[in-house]
C-alpha cells in the first residue's frame, strides 16, 4: 500500500507524467486505476487457493482497510469478495 505512482515512476526512470500519459495510452485507465486492478487480480487468486479471511487478504494486496476492498472487489466483479470465495 505505500508504493506510490512516484516510486513507480522512479523505478521506471520516466517522471510521473509521462508514467500517467503511458497508462492511459495503454489500459485506458489512469495508474492508479491500473494500481487497484493489479491488486484486485491478485486478491481473486489469494481467494480461490489461500484459507485466510477477506482482511487479511486486502491487507496482504496493499488496500490499506478491508472496507475499501470489499467496495472496490464489488465495483469491478458486481459481487462481494465473500460472495466470491464461497462460489469458487
Same mark, same amino acid.
Given at each position: 500500500?505505500?508504493?506510490?505512482?512516484? +516510486?513507480?515512476? /522512479?523505478? @521506471?526512470?520516466?517522471?510521473?507524467? %509521462?508514467?500517467?500519459?503511458?497508462?492511459?495510452?495503454?489500459? !485506458?485507465? &489512469?495508474?492508479?486505476?491500473?494500481?487497484?486492478?493489479?491488486?484486485? +487480480?491478485?486478491? /481473486?487468486? @489469494?481467494?480461490?487457493?489461500?484459507? %485466510?479471511?477477506?482482511?487479511?487478504?486486502?491487507?496482504?494486496? !496493499?488496500? &490499506?482497510?478491508?472496507?475499501?476492498?470489499?467496495?472496490?472487489?464489488?465495483?469491478?466483479?458486481?459481487?462481494?469478495?465473500?460472495?466470491?470465495?464461497?462460489?469458487?
Amino acid at each position: 500500500s505505500n508504493y506510490t505512482v512516484e +516510486e513507480i515512476a /522512479k523505478d @521506471l526512470y520516466i517522471s510521473r507524467v %509521462q508514467l500517467y500519459r503511458k497508462v492511459k495510452a495503454i489500459f !485506458g485507465i &489512469s495508474v492508479s486505476e491500473h494500481i487497484i486492478n493489479i491488486r484486485l +487480480e491478485k486478491s /481473486k487468486e @489469494l481467494l480461490k487457493n489461500n484459507n %485466510q479471511n477477506i482482511s487479511e487478504i486486502a491487507y496482504a494486496v !496493499g488496500f &490499506s482497510s478491508p472496507s475499501y476492498y470489499s467496495t472496490a472487489f464489488k465495483n469491478k466483479y458486481g459481487i462481494t469478495p465473500t460472495e466470491y470465495k464461497i462460489n469458487v
